[in-house]
Structures are given as structure tokens and as C-alpha cells.
């Protein structure tokens, strides 16, 4: 097995009453990336508190690069970059100003901070807009500064927490073509998201977390096969039917069977291919349930968070069918 | 895997004073930058206690007794004492800014020292408590205070005025990381201001007052600065407020120093 560069073993934490996390264990190799994905209040950004010495645990154990969380706090903070669910930068502060400030309290010389600042400045296109207040900046030229200042210590290990929430889908892309690049550079990265789409297009692998729990993890691709090789939609002419249509489609199902009463939609994970459309169609013709359409596609990560949590990946009051273009809904930056 | 490199474990002592007064200097100018750029906050907050000095000298000025009957002289002390003090109260509002912010966070996990945010919030408030004491001054020049103490009493009270607002700022950057919102932390921060600063000799003579109020009016440390700093300036041999108020400030930096550090490691 590759090296692990952070390693998380049985951590909880509690807040008053609520268990934040409630024995979350999982590991980052070098030079990947692990997408820990789930909804509003899973326990993402506790743990990533805990990671970046912000927090101490209540038991477990966790440590990035060697270095354990709790006794070793000093040194973590010198190796890590963090940037935050909200753009944490300064807005009476100019862009350069906020970056060449962070570069002094990583203890850069004079010099290495501004030459890193322009660096950075000009990594995250920023150059022309350096010298303004960030006050001016728009909300994507804000994350890309706090992106950027969790760049200037040259750390070995990257956190991001949620770094496109409350972003519109144009801003989103254009953010995660940085990221990307970051990820072609071999930096290793833990990345909190909402958003499937964002854990399937930047994380090498995925660890689904809900109520404060690792309730699955593996690559994209592995997470889809367990929820079958394919999944069968059947939309039914009439919602009443909806029930009596699962039971019969049940039978050819092979993981969970999820249903949409406002959609009238019955979603079954199966094998896939055109067989299971046409024993599918026989089923419910013979058992007199009339179909405005049936198809079979590929399962999204959106499938495999249904059917292991049984909410949808937003935060479980609403289930939409392609998540991947509605991402700005829970945005609250 | 072996950790192979901890910047900091590394260093003596010496060379984390000094990474620590660099912290400082860092966040100090990032907290006058603020300043300078939201002039209006500055602005305002000297014409608060311009208010106060027009007010007291000449609305409520005329029927208070004082003894020696020059009430200029014997407000003004007050005022640049209740000023010192209002505005460490902007140290409170400033530091719970930062932490709905986030950036506390940020600073909170970079390789920096854990009381630089403090002390360089504290360091640049003082800056601005400085500046506002000065235009107090140039105030009370104008409605006719005068200096009467020597040159080295005038300045050892000056000093005594920004130093015991500089305590409690300490006292506020407490209280600002414990109720971490910017309203309740206005708020927050007047409250125990009020009751000090005019339950005490700033306005009127504490004998005045009920028997019951003046024996918290004589004893508590705003009364004491306030008489040892109007001693000073009116040139009259100070009495035993001059050692009272000294410790009084020390003591406060003695306890709240470490309190807020620690509120601060623990958010």
C-alpha cells in the first residue's frame, strides 16, 4: 500500500448533545486526492477542525505526515494549507496584502513573501486585481485568493473545506480547473463537498460520510458497482400505482429500490441491458400499470448516496434528479 | 512515516521571540490597515467623546461643584480616562468581526505565534487610543483645561491614561471571544463600562453620592486612575491613587492577558 500521508483511526467528537462524529477512520496516500462527501451537518468540516489542529478530539487518533494532530499541532500547522467553507480573507486588505501577510506568519523572508504572493497572484489570475481592497472582488475571485493564501506556506498537505459551496455553476467550473491543476502537481488533498459532481471529477477516491459516520469509500467507479451495473427508471402514468409497480420491479432488482411519488418515478438497481427494459415493460403491462417511460442508464454517485443513506446527497428533504446541474441550492456563502 | 522536519520544535527560545514579535508586527499593521481604511470609524469614534466634553462643560458643568471650582480642569481627566476606555471596547467588536469572519480560523491554522492575534489587536487599538487621547486633549485645549503639573507629572499621567486603557482592551478581547458576535460584543463591552466610568469621580465629586455608592466609587479602579491621573495634571502632590491605579492596571494585564490567550486557544 502507498504511504499514507493522513491517517484517521476511530476519531469521535461531540458537541454538547450532538455527535458530530461517531468513529470516523480513513487515509490519504501521497499525491491523491480524497473527496470526503455528504451532506450539511455529516461531520465534514469537524473532522476537517480535527485534521487542521483547530479542534481535538474526543477519542482517536489522527496524524498528517507523521505528525499527530493533538501532540504535534505546531507542526502540522507549518506543513498544511487550509481554506475554509467560507473565503477566509481579509476585505479591507488588498489580495497581495492578504497573501504577503500569510507569508509572514509562515515566517517567510521579506522577499520569499512578496515573490510567493506574485506567485500565487498570478497562479489564481489574479495579477491585475492584486492591489485592489478584495472588498471589490467578485465571489470566485474571493475563493481563488483563499485558495491562494493556502498556498503560500508550499504546503505538503492541502485541506479544502466545501471550496465551491454558494458558488454559481460558471464560477464552480472555472474553480475547479485550479484545482485540478493543483492535483496534476502531485499535492495531496482532502476535499469536503456537497456536491457528487465535484467528488467524481477531483477525487481519486471517495469516502461517503453521514451522521458522523464513513458509511462507504472507494473510487468513483467502485461506489457505482455496488449499486449495480446499471439502474432502471420506470415513470408510471399514475402515482397511485407507484407502490404496486416497485413490488413488481423489485423482482429484477438488484440493490435498493428507491421511490419519487411528486416524480412518479421507480429507480432499481439492476444489471443492465436492454433485457431488464423488456422484462420490465412485460411486468407492469401484465399487472395493468400503464409507463410514460422506462430506460436504463449508468448509476450516479447521487444513486449510490441514495442508497446508502436514503436521502439525497443536498440534505435529505428532496430528491432531484440530476444534482450535478443544481448545485448552487444550498449555497450559503 | 518519521516526521522529518518540525520547523518549530527546533527552535530555542530565542528564535521564537522573535518569529512571535514578527507574528505581532504582522497582525498589528494588517489591524491599522483597517483603520486607515474605514476612516468614518475613526471619524465617529473621536466624536463621541468630543460630545461628552461640550456636554459636561457646558450643559451639565455649570451645577457641578468641584473643589478648587475649575470644572475644566477637573473633567477632563475623566474624559480622557472614560475615552481610554471606550475605546478598548472597539478591541471586543474587532476581535468577535474576525472570528465570524473566519479569518481567526485561518490565523488559527498557520505556524504563528497563539498570542500575536491578540496582542497585534490590542497593540493597534492602543495606536488609535493614542491618537484619540491627542485629539481629547487638543479639545480640552480648547474649552480651557490646562496642564498645571510639572512636565514629568503631566506625562507620567498621560501614560497612566492609554496604559489603563490598554488593560482593558484586554478585558474586551476576552470578552470578544466569548460571545464571538460583533453586536452582542458592543454591547457586551458597555456594560461593565458604564456603571465604572460614571459611578466614579469622572463628572462629579464622589462626594455627592449616596454613602453606600461612594464607598464602590472610592475603591474601584476607574475613581482611582481617574484621581491619581487629575492629581497629576492639576499639579497636586499625588496621593497613594498614583500606586493604587498602577496596580490596579498590572493586576488587570495579570489576569486577562492569560485569559484571553487562552479563550483564544480554545474557540
Known amino acids: ?333 | 512515516m518519521v516526521a522529518p522536519k518540525s520547523q518549530h520544535s527546533s527552535l530555542n527560545f530565542g528564535q521564537r521571540i522573535s518569529l512571535g514579535v514578527s507574528d505581532i508586527v504582522g497582525i498589528t499593521y494588517r489591524n491599522l490597515i483597517h483603520m486607515v481604511r474605514t476612516p468614518q470609524l475613526l471619524v465617529f469614534s473621536g466624536i463621541q467623546p468630543i460630545m461628552f466634553v461640550l456636554l459636561f462643560r457646558y450643559v451639565f458643568g455649570g451645577a457641578i461643584a468641584t473643589p478648587g471650582g475649575n470644572y475644566v480642569d477637573y473633567l477632563l481627566p475623566g474624559i480622557f480616562i472614560q475615552t481610554s476606555l471606550f475605546g478598548g471596547a472597539s478591541t471586543a467588536v474587532g476581535l468577535s468581526e474576525d472570528l465570524k469572519g473566519g479569518i481567526i480560523d485561518r490565523f488559527r491554522a498557520l505556524p504563528m505565534s497563539r498570542s500575536a492575534v491578540l496582542a497585534g489587536r490590542t497593540i493597534a487599538d492602543l495606536a488609535r487610543n493614542i491618537l484619540v487621547v491627542v485629539l481629547m486633549l487638543l479639545v480640552g485645549f480648547l474649552v480651557g483645561f490646562r496642564f498645571h503639573g510639572s512636565a514629568a507629572q503631566n506625562i507620567v499621567g498621560m501614560v497612566l491614561v492609554v496604559a489603563f486603557g490598554y488593560a482593558f482592551s484586554w478585558v474586551f478581547a476576552a470578552v470578544g471571544l466569548m460571545v464571538k458576535d460583533p453586536e452582542t460584543a458592543q454591547i457586551a463591552g458597555f456594560l461593565p463600562i458604564f456603571p465604572l466610568v460614571f459611578a466614579s469621580s469622572a463628572f462629579v465629586p464622589v462626594k455627592t453620592m449616596p454613602i453606600w455608592l461612594q464607598d464602590f466609587a472610592n475603591v474601584q479602579p476607574v475613581s482611582v486612575t481617574i484621581d491619581a491621573v487629575r492629581d497629576l495634571v492639576t499639579g497636586v502632590p499625588v496621593g497613594s491613587w498614583l500606586w493604587q491605579s498602577g496596580l490596579w492596571t498590572l493586576g488587570i494585564l495579570v489576569v486577562f492577558i492569560p485569559l484571553a490567550v487562552y479563550r483564544y486557544r480554545h474557540i
Open chain 1, 1 to 333: 500500500m502507498a504511504e499514507a500521508v493522513i491517517e484517521v483511526d476511530g476519531i469521535e467528537k461531540s458537541y454538547k448533545t450532538n455527535r458530530a462524529l461517531a468513529g470516523v477512520s480513513l487515509r490519504v496516500e501521497r499525491a491523491t486526492v480524497l473527496g470526503l462527501l455528504g451532506p450539511n451537518g455529516a461531520g465534514k468540516t469537524t473532522l476537517v477542525r480535527i485534521l487542521s489542529t483547530l479542534l481535538k478530539p474526543d477519542a482517536g487518533r489522527a496524524t498528517v505526515a507523521g505528525y499527530d494532530v493533538v501532540e504535534d499541532a505546531e507542526a502540522i500547522r507549518s506543513i498544511i494549507g487550509l481554506a475554509g467553507q467560507y473565503a477566509a480573507v481579509d476585505e479591507l486588505l488588498t489580495g497581495r496584502e492578504n497573501l504577503e501577510l500569510v507569508g509572514r506568519l509562515y515566517h517567510l523572508s521579506r522577499i520569499e513573501r512578496r515573490n510567493r504572493a506574485e506567485e500565487v497572484l498570478e497562479r489564481f489570475s489574479l495579477t491585475n486585481a492584486g492591489d485592489r481592497p478584495v472588498k471589490t472582488y467578485s465571489g470566485g475571485m474571493r475563493r481563488r485568493l483563499d485558495l491562494g493564501a493556502s498556498l503560500v506556506g508550499r504546503p505538503e498537505v492541502l485541506i479544502l473545506d466545501e471550496p465551491t459551496t454558494g458558488l454559481d455553476p460558471r464560477t464552480r467550473i472555472e474553480l475547479w480547473q485550479y484545482i485540478e491543476a493543483l492535483v496534476r502537481d502531485g499535492t495531496t488533498l482532502l476535499l469536503t463537498t456537497q456536491y457528487l459532481e465535484e467528488a467524481d471529477r477531483l477525487a481519486h477516491r471517495i469516502a461517503v460520510i453521514d451522521g458522523g459516520k464513513v458509511i462507504a469509500e472507494g473510487t468513483g467507479d467502485e461506489l457505482k458497482t455496488q449499486l449495480g451495473g446499471a439502474v432502471l427508471e420506470v415513470v408510471v402514468a399514475d402515482s397511485r400505482k407507484l407502490k404496486e409497480a416497485a413490488r413488481w420491479l423489485e423482482r429484477l432488482g438488484e440493490g435498493r429500490i428507491r421511490l419519487d411519488e411528486t416524480r412518479r418515478l421507480v429507480t432499481v438497481g439492476t444489471e443492465g441491458g436492454a433485457r431488464v427494459v423488456v422484462e420490465a415493460g412485460q411486468l407492469l403491462v401484465e399487472a395493468g400499470i400503464e409507463i410514460d417511460d422506462i430506460g436504463v442508464r449508468r448509476p450516479s454517485l447521487d444513486d449510490v448516496f441514495l442508497s446508502l443513506t436514503g436521502h439525497a446527497a443536498g440534505d435529505g428533504s428532496e430528491t432531484e434528479e440530476n444534482p450535478k446541474q443544481g448545485g448552487t441550492r444550498h449555497g450559503r456563502a
